[in-house]
């Protein structure tokens, strides 16, 4: 019986080496990918202040455009009629409310934050020309409205070369995956008056590029699309968006067109779609990228 007892042990013995060994193993990857993980996330989180040396050391101000803050990256070029921003970016593959906030709002919930106020937006937008309408009101529902403003990003890849698209592209509805195709106007926000007597331009809490509708965007889309988490319809395109922290130029250009996006459905036939969605990036707007000269 002790024979078989000590043959048991040496054969468990035997089995529990290897067994031990690969748990040792499992462990120290999960330590490795642990550390790892750690070190991208250290290298993933940039201060504010190490954001704007960023994005200030990789764009020189867009030619033939006049400051108009002087603080932050803001310009405008009355002649082309845009407005141009400096920013970066802040998520990739989230659903969203924005595709654009200021810098150090609402971030977790947009792809581009600027280094601008809203206000400063709303007012570059009204010196070259573009009229406010109204922002989006509920109950009954009605669409934002004012001038349209189509945008575009650009940015430098890998190896420094400039790049360009228009947002829509950055943007893809949740239940169809395509990008989106709506466009923006100039809703205007609006003016708020604390019991101090102050006034508060509201955009300035996030609202500065909309993808759901709010009675405080600066930019919304012109259709309904809902802001509750449960019916968020936007989600970042996220394999058509550079990293995260990346620095990206955005140009807010005025448009005679009727906004696109009068319901929810999408066109069912492609030569329905406004040309605007397919055009190649105008020239004008890629002038507006000018790599800072080392």
């Excluded at 803001?74 to 845009?82: C, P, Y």
């Excluded at 921003?85 to 947009?110: M, N, T």
């Excluded at 206000?119 to 349209?148: R, W």
Aim: aromatic share 10%; glycine share 4%.
């Amino acid at each position: 019986m002790n024979r078989v007892l000590w043959n048991a042990s040496n054969w468990l013995s035997a089995f529990a080496m290897p067994f031990r060994a690969c748990l040792i193993f499992v462990a120290l990857i999960s330590i490795s990918s642990l550390i790892a993980a750690d070190a991208d996330e250290e290298a993933f989180w940039m201060s504010p202040e190490e954001l704007r040396k960023r994005v200030d050391d990789t764009f020189e101000p867009p030619a033939d455009c006049k400051p108009l803050h002087p603080k932050n990256r803001i310009w405008i070029n009355r002649d082309e009629q845009f407005v141009v921003l400096d920013g970066y970016i802040v998520q990739r593959d989230v659903q969203l409310e924005l595709f654009a906030c200021p810098a150090g709002s609402k971030e977790h919930e947009a792809i581009v934050a600027v280094i601008a106020r809203a206000q400063s937006v709303h007012a570059g937008l009204l010196a070259i020309g573009a009229k406010p309408g109204k922002p989006a009101s509920f109950d009954p529902f009605k669409p934002a409205s004012g001038t349209t403003i189509r945008v575009y990003a650009l940015w430098l890849d890998n190896d420094g070369k400039p790049k360009a698209t228009l947002a829509q592209n950055w943007i893809r509805r949740i239940d169809t995956k395509k990008a989106m195709t709506w466009d923006w106007v100039f809703a205007g926000s609006q003016m708020y008056k604390d019991e101090e007597g102050k006034t508060h331009y509201l955009g300035d809490s996030g609202e500065l590029i909309s993808v759901s509708n709010f009675t405080t965007s600066t930019m919304d889309v012109a259709v309904r699309s809902d802001q509750a988490n449960s019916a968020l319809m936007f989600e970042g395109f996220a394999d058509r968006i550079p990293p995260r922290n990346s620095p990206v130029r955005l140009v807010l250009s005025l448009s005679s067109d009727t906004p696109f996006g009068t319901d929810l459905s999408e066109p069912k036939d492609k030569d329905k779609e406004p040309a605007f969605l397919t055009e190649e990036v105008p020239e004008s707007v890629l002038k507006c990228l000018e790599p800072k000269k080392k």
